[in-house]
């Protein structure tokens, strides 16, 4: 009798009616086929009127579902005077092993000072997930920072899954003179468990400047002068002639 296969999760189990247990048997993946498993511990025991015989498929190598998902092959049975060929597909589930990744360390964005809400979008980031649902999802936010600069500007979206654009814009005019560049941390967290996994990219925003300021006199050197009566053309008229007005204006460059 030909030797048969039976599906057991786990492990291969192959029943020979005809055979005792001392018989030698030979189990193979069949030639040709390129796959990360190797046959082993097989052992064999007598059942009824024949013989049961039991193997284990092992891998030879990690495997990773992002790039794999199944194999397909075929595993050859040999009880010495019969072949037995089976066709075997494993699936590869996935886990949370991918890291949500930025596709730029460092962004930099230009925008102008004042800037007004129509002209809100600062720029887009692109990050990725390699996992498969329900691993590829994560979310993504701008970190705080000391000087509260992270409160001016907001990401749509914030929840994404495997690969996402997500545009930055500005929620409120920002002034130069308080800020002339800003440095803001941001995270992708996945939502995967039982540990989340995250990646972090930097966004440097450069504040160009604009005529938002008029120009002011120093209050010192608004005091009041005394000058000479009936003074000569072309004479100073100021009896402190080392006083200087002093303006300052808080805009660079213009």
Do not use: W
């Not at 930025?102 to 964005?109: E, I, R």
């Not at 967290?189 to 990646?199: H, K, Q």
């Amino acid at each position: 009798n030909l030797p048969s296969f039976q599906p057991v999760s786990g492990s291969l189990v192959i029943i020979d009616t005809d055979l005792p247990s001392s018989q030698s048997f030979s189990i193979l993946i069949a030639a040709g086929s390129s796959v990360p498993f190797s046959v082993s511990n097989i052992s064999a025991v007598a059942e009824g009127n024949g013989t049961k015989v039991t193997a284990g498929l092992i891998t030879t190598t990690t495997l990773d579902s992002d790039l794999n998902r199944s194999f397909s092959f075929s595993l050859v049975i040999s009880d010495g005077v019969h072949n037995v060929t089976t066709a075997v597909e494993v699936n590869v589930t996935d886990t949370d092993d991918e890291d949500p990744l930025f596709d730029a360390a460092l962004y930099s964005f230009d925008v102008v000072d004042g800037i007004l809400p129509s002209q809100s979008v600062v720029g887009y980031i692109t990050v990725q997930d390699k996992d498969t649902a329900p691993f590829a999802a994560f979310s993504v936010q701008i970190d705080a920072d000391a000087r509260g600069a992270f409160q001016n500007f907001a990401l749509a979206p914030t929840q994404c899954t495997r690969n996402c654009t997500i545009t930055v814009t500005a929620t409120s005019p920002i002034d130069r003179e308080q800020f002339n560049r800003i440095e803001l941390n941001l995270t992708a967290t996945s939502t995967g468990s039982p540990v989340s996994r995250s990646g972090s990219a930097l966004m440097s925003i450069n504040i160009a400047d604009v005529n938002d300021n008029a120009p002011k006199f120093d209050a010192a050197s608004t005091n009041s002068i005394q000058i000479r009566e009936a003074n000569g053309t072309g004479n100073s008229a100021i009896v402190q002639p080392n006083r200087n007005f002093r303006a300052t204006d808080p805009d660079e460059g213009i």
